[in-house]
């Protein structure tokens, strides 16, 4: 079983859109969580980070985690075109630094 | 400030050769991580080196891959010899020693197929 688990889509929305994107995960010990937007043909990038449970906002985005459900999920509000890329959840533990990734969903946001 | 770089783009080789995988992190990133997206799954970690130091190599999946951080500047990732279900991509990150969570910025990765 894989300790995170993406829906990787493919997920396809008209621009101005809601976009909601979760992750489930299994173990306890993360407490950092991530969200990377990758474009195509491009590494990972950073989008936000949360530490252990609540939201936190950053413009377009909502980032929350329910660590009571282990469920953590990205909002992008009003998407836009330049939105469309691949998103991927990761974790980390407290101790240690690798990432815990999910597969990632490919979003696409149609003008 | 350039961001980390890989080299090759990408690489095709036949099955039983050897391949050798370099990344240049960021400047004064003391961080290192391997990790590898091989088709339909998700990028998984293979090893960390803090400077010269390998802090983590639970992630590499035999002993055919080799990584080195000499000087602990740049890092090469040896795949001796190649075996088809190695074909993928793999990405460097570093990251700063200080800092949370350590954001790890990531490279463009390197396509490997193995043929």
Partial sequence: ?????????????????????NCTYSNSAFQYFMWYRQYSR??????????SSGNKED??????????????????????????????CAMRETSGSRLT??????LTVNP | EAGVTQFPSHSVIEK?????????????HDNLYWYRRVMGKEIKFL????????????????????????GGTYS??????????DSGVYFCASSQLQGIPYEQYFGPGTRLTVT
Avoid: W
Wanted: aromatic share 8%; charged share 25%.
């Fill in chain 1, 1 to 21: 079983q894989k300790e995170v688990e993406q829906d990787p889509g493919p997920l396809s929305v008209p621009e101005g859109a809601i976009v909601s994107l």
């Fill in chain 1, 42 to 51: 491009k590494g990972p990038e950073l989008l936000m980070y949360t530490y």
């Fill in chain 1, 59 to 88: 413009g377009r985005f909502t980032a929350q985690v329910d660590k009571s459900s282990k469920y953590i999920s990205l909002f992008i509000r009003d998407s836009q075109p330049s939105d469309s890329a691949t998103y991927l």
């Fill in chain 1, 101 to 106: 990734f999910g597969e990632g969903t490919q």
């Fill in chain 2, 16 to 28: 039983g050769q050897t391949v050798t995988l370099r990344c240049d992190p960021i400047s004064g």
């Fill in chain 2, 47 to 70: 090893l960390h080196f803090v400077k010269e130091s390998k802090q983590d190599e639970s992630g590499m999946p035999n002993n055919r891959f080799l990584a080195e951080r000499t």
């Fill in chain 2, 76 to 85: 090469t990732l040896k795949v001796q010899p190649a075996e088809l279900e």
